[in-house]
């Protein structure tokens, strides 16, 4: 699928490529366990959109791989090797590959977080 763009650009049009467009309805879910659910974002596996529902939780884990988490909306608690640490919409936290992480969301609405995965 070719998307076209239009840009006006001083007193012409100048017309511009763009990406394909992912609506939330085309989200591919990836995994699911009682009030949590991972998509898939833009068909891309190194961004997901992760929600957890009000008191829910993601238990500890740890995974190959470095981590950030971007939060979208809600609040939580990440637990980081036993270590809580409170975090709201608009926090940013990196977590490095092998270290035990999960979260709980202690907010009054879904806690929605991006989880990027690094090389």
Same mark, same amino acid.
């Given at each position: 699928?070719?998307?076209?763009?239009?840009?006006?650009?001083?007193?012409?049009?100048?017309?511009?490529?763009?990406?394909?467009?992912?609506?939330?309805?085309?989200?591919?879910?990836?995994?699911?366990?009682?009030?949590?659910?991972?998509?898939?974002?833009?068909?891309?596996?190194?961004?997901?959109?992760?929600?957890?529902? !009000?008191?829910?939780?993601?238990?500890?884990?740890?995974?190959?791989?470095?981590?950030?988490?971007?939060?979208?909306?809600?609040?939580?608690?990440?637990?980081?090797?036993?270590?809580?640490?409170?975090?709201?919409?608009?926090?940013?936290?990196?977590?490095?590959?092998? !270290?035990?992480?999960?979260?709980?969301?202690?907010?009054?609405?879904?806690?929605?977080?991006?989880? !990027?995965?690094?090389?």
């Amino acid at each position: 699928m070719r998307l076209v763009a239009q840009h006006a650009v001083g007193s012409g049009v100048r017309e511009g490529v763009m990406g394909k467009v992912f609506s939330h309805a085309e989200k591919r879910k990836i995994w699911e366990q009682p009030g949590s659910v991972g998509y898939e974002i833009a068909e891309l596996p190194e961004f997901t959109l992760v929600e957890l529902t !009000i008191e829910d939780l993601i238990p500890a884990h740890a995974v190959p791989f470095d981590m950030l988490f971007y939060l979208i909306a809600g609040a939580g608690v990440c637990i980081q090797d036993g270590t809580e640490f409170e975090l709201r919409s608009g926090d940013c936290v990196h977590i490095d590959r092998g !270290i035990s992480r999960g979260w709980r969301n202690t907010g009054s609405e879904p806690l929605r977080l991006l989880a !990027i995965r690094r090389p």
